[in-house]
Structure formats: structure tokens, C-alpha cells
């Protein structure tokens, strides 16, 4: 028996008293029900009983962020309340279990027809989830470790196109970037296990190159190959990288899922590049769903040693400061004494531009920084497109403005001209 | 090498020609990408690309569903624009592979700043995804037989409180029900192995009531064991589950995932099922993420037997075109050759009341209808509760009013007074 609780906090949109919708969550996601049950005694909603720890009513809106929601029957003011709420649970309801906590925390509340709006903004957990699950077993050491990238984020590209590439054409654009001094590259998440690129036939044509080069300049590449599927196929697959001499592998969160996560992260002997392909479903609506800083916290706990966080100026919906909340929850440890501190990935339309600005917000530079047309469309080609990002971050690292260090640096001179819009 | 091809329908939301973004859509799923890369050869795109099969205009909105998207730079109509489009991939993109399907029609589309609305309405599968699948290996016949239920709808209903009660007091509560009559029983979502009430224990303590049961009176009663976990504990619990004579074993989808569901259906020798807790983040904004009929088929395939589709005039916030729509997909087969039908769960605020309605739009009884307070509430009892419930299901498939069924039978009576509102 345990007397911690689990911490949850939520934005929340309601036309009901906030405090009296609050409770009707604790209650749904605890002991309560619609109505009252003999079984429910004070004994029994003392022990297992869901709280109300805190409530901040925010800004009243003026229309409800999604429909199907009930108003209280003598309701003629209209207003839609919004409130910051945390919830907590616990321990001992569910154990220190990852998927029954998600069921808890975010199960069947999100159709709760009190609100209008419903997100999970954050959570806590007590210390029993870090002795419970791997967390990343190489994190930023590790994989600094295996990449040989001492200091400064790894410089990283994807494979583009991202499927239809064979096993040979792909090895020969490894070739491509490793001659070009890249530290990372990837697979897409739509590059899988198809007759025209079998992934077996991919790893070994991809480590030729990587292990070649390696041998002729001691520097080894990291290359994360794509491995979702079924638990048998991510196994062996992950074998089969090891085997091969590779230091990644890459799986889609959100098409494995929790369980199969866990699974990978007991087996696996190498870090786990997590993409999160179809976090949008999740999150792209602000009142709806998951933040990305309680989300990631799960797969961390799970065993993810690098997290996709998108990028400043991205190609998608995101705004910069989600972005940079992201990353910066990614580095901030999950527990006293086991931080299960992850690399953030950037992506999306990321260049050298971008590294002042990335550097600044995050005082970091424990990431991966993947550029594609960054890279591979910079005019003087691939190794002046990295050089052009290396160029960037030493800038940005040394409190030096683009513009200048531009001056003495040809790669990133063409680099800030090519990506000027 | 096949030539068959995945299909998925979606709605759309843009402000630029819809015809235009959906080619945007198709390229960032497949071969495109933001910049032209040199290896997109028009062999490769024709061998790899997606296809836009069908686009259907549908009318235009005044404001944009979700935020962040772009509008056209030479805009000034302020238009919205909404379609209904079918996209197309080669099934050699990926192979039959569950895991990466998700990735390929949900992945990276929802944050793609080209549209203020997106969420896939439904899709058809290559039959190979039938022959790389467990399916349901119980679904309507295989349930049927184990519940000894041959006709109508499974009466059900829930453990409450969700979470609180000990093994003992849940064992006295199944005593109850079985002895009211009740066909089948699950655990809540919330129940999982914490200390006050370890699954073991749990376990043993009920079958030793529904063996009981069946022994003196023939009838067991079906109990759907919450094992969410990892997968070493799911299998674990399936197995007592099945030695202490279970018929049935329960699972969160959403907090499992994917892969751990698929790997839960090959071990499992008991029906699944199958929970959707957390689904009001994936689809309560009606312009993104999926449509159940989109989703259930991805988790029939998987393996589920049992699919929550909510009810008429529920607690939440679903309409009841929705919830029948679920529910008719569920029934619907998903292969010719292999029809993967499952049994839809009806729950949420369920009483007598709704089974003519229910009945009318469905026209099966292959269903498992769930009430809480519908039986547990009951003015004479949950004897009479279940009988409330097989009174009006037997009105309901013979075509006589619930009122005139309830003059001959008080149960039912009863049922419809309490129930009123």
C-alpha cells in the first residue's frame, strides 16, 4: 500500500460551474458514476476516491471550442467558463502501471458532455513508475556515445523521397551524406518493410556504406532504421540492425502503441529514435486531447531516447513557442533520481536559419537538428549544406549573429541566401 | 509485388483548391516532400506515389475548424472550402502491416498547414491485411456460445463503483447479478491490479461465484476481466483468466496500442473485450482525427471480439446517428472472405427505454447491452432490471410498443416510470 497520488492537470471549458464540473471528472474517473450506487460508501470514496487539488478559473469564452456539450438546464447567462485543474488520484487505484495510468488520466473523459473544451496539460507521477519501466537507456550520453558527436547538436537529414527508394539507391545517398560529414540520418516513417525495400535488404546495403566509411574515417554514422511492425518483426529487426553494426533504430509511437513500446524498449540494445507521426489527432486542437509536455512523458518513461518535437518556422501548424515547450520538456528531468532525459529532434523545414533562434530558447544543444532540403538542396550541395548548419550553431552557441559569422563562411553565406523565404 | 491498393476517404477543410491539397496531402503520404528532391523520378512516383481517386466538393464554411493553417498568398475571398476525398497507395509502400498502415493514412497529415479541417472517414483494405491478421476468433457465434446466449441481445453490465471495491466485495456484487439473471459482466476501465484489488485475487474470488453459479443452475455468466498491462502481465492474466475458467478478458485499446493488442489476439484463447476509453481524443472535433468506422476496422483486424460504441441518448456527447453508424460498422464485413464481424457493446446511460430505437436502427440483435443504473437502479431490484431489459428487447424485435409490452409486464413498468427522464 502506497499513499501517493498520481498529479494531472487540465485545461478545461465548461458552462458549468467550473468546481462542480471538476468534481463530476474526479468522480467519472474514480469511484463515482452517473448515479448514485449503494456501493459507494465515504469509506470506500476516501480510499479510491479521485481530488480536486487545485482550480484557476481563466478567461470566460465566448463560444463552446467543440460541440455536443450540455448547459446547465436553468442556465441564461451563456457564459462558457474556462479553468486550469488539477486532478489527483490514488497510486494504489491502479499500481504503477503506464497503460492504466493513460486509462485513468486520459480515458473517458474527453467526451464528457459537461465540456466543451478537455486537455490534458501535464502530469506528475510518483517515483514507483521510474522503478516500474526501462525509461531511455541511452538518452544524450548514449547516444553522443555512439554517434562520436562530443559537443554541438547532431546534425541529422531524413531519406527523401521518403518511399521508393530501393535498398541500393538509399545505401547510395547514405554514401552521399556520409562523405558530406553528416552525424544522423533516417528513414522516413512511411519507409517500412515493402517488397521494393525490404528492410532487410536495406540495413545491410545501408551498414555496407556506413561501416566502410567508419573503417576509412573513424567516424561511424548514425542511421535510425524505421523498424515498426508487429512485436516478432520489431525484434528481429532490431536484431538484425545490431547484428549489422547500426546504432538506431526508429519506431512510429502512435502506430505501435504503449505496449508495444515497452516491449521494444526491454528488448532493444540500441536507442530508440521515437517518431510521433499522427500527433496531430492528438493535439492540433487547443482544447482537445494531449500537450505534448504530458505526453512525452509517457514514452520516456517507456524507454524513447529521442523525441520528435517539430521546428521553429516549421512547414506545419505548429507555433514556435509549442515547439520550444516541447523540447524544453524533453530535457527536463521526469524524476529526482532517474531524469530520463531524451534527445528532441527538429524537423520540419529547418535550416541553418533556424539555429540562432532554437539555441537561444533552448540553452541547450543536446538535439538532433534534421534538415532535408536544408541539406540536400543547399546550392553548394549535401556537404555544404551541413557545413552550413555547423557553421549556424557555432554561431549561435558563441553569441555571434548569422550575418556575421556569414562573413568568413561561405557554406552558411549561401546557406542564408538559398533559405532567405 | 502486388498492384493492389490501400484506400482512405477523408473530409478536408482549406482554403486552397481542395483539388490542390489533396495532391499536397497524397505527396507528404508518399514520395513528395516540401522541396523537389532529386531522386522523385516520374518511375519512382509512378511506382510509389499516392493517388487522389475521388474528390467530392461539399460545402464551403465561414470560419476555419482548427487553427495554424495557411491561407493562399493571393487570397482575398476569405473562402473555406471543404471535399470529401479518397486517396490511394500502392499496398508495396508498406506491405500488410497494421502498424504501418496507421502511419501511412493517419501519420503526419493532421498538422499539415495546407488545411483547417482533416479527419479520415474510412478506409478498404487489400485482402492480404485479412491473411496477416488474427481477426476475431470468437466475434457474435463464438461469444454467443460461450455466454450460452442464442438469441437477443447479451444483457450486461458494469462493476461499480469503477474502482474501490475489493476482490470480495466485487465477488458479492457478480453474485447479485448472476442471480438477477445477467448474461454478461465487466470489469470497469479503471479497475485494473492496484492493492485493494489485485486482478489475482479478483479472479478468484468471482469465477468462484460464476462457477458456482453454473453449477447449480447451468448458466455462466461471461465476466470481462480488465488485464490492461504490459504484455507479460496481459498474457499472464489471460491465462488465469482461462484456467480459473473465464470466458473473457478486457482491454483499454487505446491505452495498449497497436502492437501490444495484435500480440494479446495471438495469445489469447478467450473473446477480447475491447475498451475505447480515450477515443473522445481522437474524434470529438467532427473535422479532425478518425471516424469510428475508420478506426474499428483497424482493431477488428487486430483481434477484438467486442467494440464500445457508446448508445442512444448517452451521457456523453455523441449523437445517435454516430453511435448507429459505429455500431452497423461493427456488423458490416470488413473482407468477403473473411468477415471479421464483432459484437458491438452498447453502454452509457442504457435502460430499457432505448432498445426500440436501438433495435430499429440496427436490425440484429447481435449486440451486448449494457446498463448500470438500468439494472442496479431498478425500483424492484436488479432481478427485475434484467427483466426490465428483456422485456423490452423481446417488444422491441416483435414490433409491439414498449408501453403495451409493459401492461402485462411490471418489470418493464417499472422500468419506464423510473427511467422517464
Given at each position: 500500500m502506497s499513499d501517493q497520488r498520481i498529479l494531472a492537470d487540465y485545461l478545461i471549458e465548461t458552462a458549468f460551474d467550473p468546481r462542480v464540473a471538476?468534481?463530476?471528472?474526479?468522480?467519472?474517473q474514480s469511484s463515482g458514476t452517473f448515479v448514485a450506487v449503494p456501493g459507494e460508501t465515504p469509506e470506500l470514496r476516501a480510499r479510491s476516491g479521485a481530488r480536486v487539488e487545485m482550480l484557476e478559473e481563466l478567461e470566460a469564452v465566448a463560444a463552446p471550442s467543440l460541440p455536443g456539450a450540455r448547459r446547465p438546464r436553468d442556465d441564461r447567462s451563456g457564459a462558457i467558463r474556462t479553468a486550469r485543474v488539477t486532478l489527483s488520484w490514488p497510486l494504489?487505484?491502479?499500481?504503477?502501471?503506464l497503460p492504466n495510468l493513460v486509462a485513468t488520466i486520459a480515458g473517458n473523459l474527453f467526451e464528457l458532455s459537461q465540456f466543451s473544451g478537455l486537455r490534458l496539460l501535464d502530469m506528475r507521477l510518483p517515483d514507483a513508475f521510474a522503478d516500474a519501466y526501462e525509461g531511455p537507456r541511452f538518452g544524450v550520453s548514449g547516444t553522443r556515445a555512439l554517434a562520436g558527436v562530443d559537443d554541438g547538436p547532431l546534425i541529422g537529414t531524413i531519406v527523401k523521397p521518403s518511399v521508393g527508394l530501393d535498398a541500393q539507391a538509399t545505401a547510395d545517398l547514405v554514401k552521399t551524406l556520409a562523405e558530406a560529414g553528416i552525424d544522423f540520418i533516417k528513414d522516413d516513417e512511411l519507409q517500412a518493410d515493402g517488397p521494393h525495400c525490404p528492410f532487410d535488404e536495406r540495413v545491410r546495403a545501408v551498414m555496407r556504406v556506413i561501416n566502410d566509411h567508419a573503417e576509412r574515417t573513424g567516424k561511424k554514422v548514425m542511421f535510425a532504421f524505421n523498424l515498426t511492425g508487429d512485436l516478432d518483426q520489431m525484434r528481429r529487426r532490431h536484431d538484425l540492425v545490431a547484428e549489422a553494426g547500426g546504432t538506431c533504430v526508429m519506431a512510429?509511437?502512435?502506430?505501435?502503441?504503449?505496449?508495444?513500446?515497452?516491449?521494444?524498449?526491454?528488448?532493444?540494445?540500441?536507442?530508440?529514435?521515437?517518431?510521433?507521426?499522427?500527433?496531430?489527432?492528438?493535439?492540433?486542437?487547443?482544447?482537445l486531447g494531449w500537450s505534448y509536455v504530458a505526453w512525452q512523458k509517457i514514452w520516456r518513461l517507456a524507454?524513447?531516447?529521442?523525441?520528435?518535437?517539430?521546428?521553429?518556422?516549421?512547414?506545419?501548424?505548429?507555433?514556435?513557442?509549442?515547439?520550444?515547450?516541447?523540447?524544453?520538456?524533453?530535457?527536463?528531468?521526469?524524476?529526482?533520481?532517474?531524469?530520463?532525459?531524451?534527445m528532441p529532434v527538429f524537423s520540419s523545414g529547418q535550416s541553418a536559419k533556424q539555429a540562432p533562434a532554437t539555441y537561444a530558447a533552448l540553452e541547450s544543444t543536446d538535439l538532433i537538428y534534421a534538415a532535408g532540403g536544408g541539406i540536400m538542396a543547399h546550392p553548394g550541395g549535401?556537404?555544404?549544406?551541413?557545413?552550413?548548419?555547423?557553421?549556424?550553431?557555432?554561431?549561435?552557441?558563441?553569441?555571434?549573429?548569422l550575418a556575421d559569422q556569414a562573413a568568413a563562411r561561405p557554406a552558411l553565406a549561401a546557406a542564408l541566401k538559398a533559405y532567405a523565404t
Open positions: 471538476a468534481e463530476a471528472m474526479a468522480g467519472e494504489d487505484n491502479l499500481g504503477p502501471s512510429s509511437l502512435n502506430s505501435v502503441g504503449l505496449v508495444g513500446m515497452i516491449e521494444l524498449a526491454r528488448h532493444s540494445r540500441l536507442p530508440i529514435h521515437a517518431h510521433r507521426n499522427g500527433w496531430g489527432t492528438l493535439s492540433r486542437h487547443p482544447r524507454g524513447a531516447d529521442h523525441m520528435h518535437v517539430n521546428g521553429l518556422a516549421n512547414k506545419f501548424c505548429e507555433t514556435d513557442d509549442s515547439v520550444i515547450a516541447s523540447a524544453r520538456a524533453c530535457l527536463t528531468p521526469l524524476f529526482a533520481h532517474r531524469p530520463c532525459i531524451v549535401p556537404a555544404a549544406g551541413v557545413e552550413s548548419l555547423r557553421d549556424a550553431w557555432e554561431a549561435a552557441t558563441s553569441g555571434v549573429p
